[in-house]
């Protein structure tokens, strides 16, 4: 009787496993994290013993009335809780299941055929922004989400958390980890706490006169030849960059090679060899497509 229970475990345990590294996978595949989709079609058969067993009722022990309260709109669906952002309803039968996301996600309400929870960056919470108590892990204030920095004076580094493990990701050269939208942005629209373009760059925007602020003037980067300064409308400045082997040209405003500006010819020696530059420079032409003729008939000549 033992042996069989162990193996019960074991078996349950494997399964347990798969089914997280799956969901991680999924999770770190797309740049929005949820549960699973379900859709449901509409339906007048009573749920199934299975499907009751899937909800968690010890969430929702504390506050019955608000269970009594809730009134399914339609038979059968998922709906929104009108006062919490990640809560919603589980209608069957229009009898209001409740249910809560993940930590970290919300409920998107885009279908009511659809079990959907998301990231909150594109979801509106503001008129019902209660949440679940968090469930912190270490760097992860939820378990779900992308986070700041911990330290206040990171500005393009964050944290993604799946099931409260995280990474640590870094933003392109210029830009900032925005907490209202979960992306890297220009500091000034990420607008981000210590973390403007006056406390990043060592460059202010010289005075020039409105014609001159209108085309967003460049600059180049004193410190690094690979970088410039956009300075859109001519006074705040956004950290740009040319691809690798380029360098910023002051006299045209533009990328070119870096061995062609006197001033950056040297720039990569220690980091790419002549050969390597060679190679970037000059790329091998990309090779025709095989296949049939075209179709483009050629004109006929004309007979006298």
Request: charged share 30%; glycine share 6%; aromatic share 10%.
């Amino acid at each position: 009787m033992n042996f069989w229970f162990l193996c019960l475990l074991v078996c349950v345990g494997v399964a347990t496993a798969q089914l997280s590294r799956k969901e991680q996978a999924a999770e770190q595949a797309r740049r929005r994290v949820g549960i699973a989709s379900r859709s449901r079609e509409p339906t007048d058969s009573k749920p199934q013993k299975k499907e009751e067993e899937e909800y968690d009722e010890k969430e929702y022990e504390e506050s019955p009335s608000a269970i009594k309260q809730f009134k399914c709109p339609e038979p059968n669906g998922y709906f929104p809780d009108p006062e919490q952002c990640d809560k919603y309803y589980d209608c069957q039968d229009n009898k209001a299941h409740p249910k809560l996301c993940p930590d970290g996600l919300v409920f998107n309400d885009f279908s009511p055929q659809q079990e959907k929870c998301d990231l909150p960056f594109g979801i509106d919470c503001s008129t019902k922004p209660k949440l679940q108590p968090p469930m912190p892990t270490v760097n992860c204030p939820r378990l779900h989400g992308y986070f700041a920095h911990k330290e206040a004076g990171v500005c393009d580094k964050f944290y993604y958390c799946v099931d409260g493990q995280f990474n640590m990701l870094t933003c392109p050269g210029g830009l900032v980890f925005s907490e209202k939208t979960g992306i890297c942005n220009w500091p000034d629209e990420a607008q981000k706490k210590g973390c403007g373009s006056k406390e990043l760059f060592n460059f202010t925007c010289p005075a020039v006169d409105d014609s001159v602020a209108a085309t967003h003037p460049r600059y180049p980067d004193v410190e690094d030849c690979q970088f410039f300064y956009v300075c859109v409308n001519g006074v705040t400045p956004r950290r740009s960059g040319c691809k690798l082997g380029q360098a910023f040209d002051e006299r045209t405003g533009k990328c070119d090679w870096a061995r062609k500006i006197p001033e950056c010819k040297d720039w990569y020696k220690g980091q790419l060899t002549d050969e390597e530059l060679d190679a970037l420079e000059n790329p091998p032409p990309k090779p025709k497509p095989s296949g049939g003729s075209s179709r483009r008939k050629r004109p006929q000549k004309s007979q006298d």
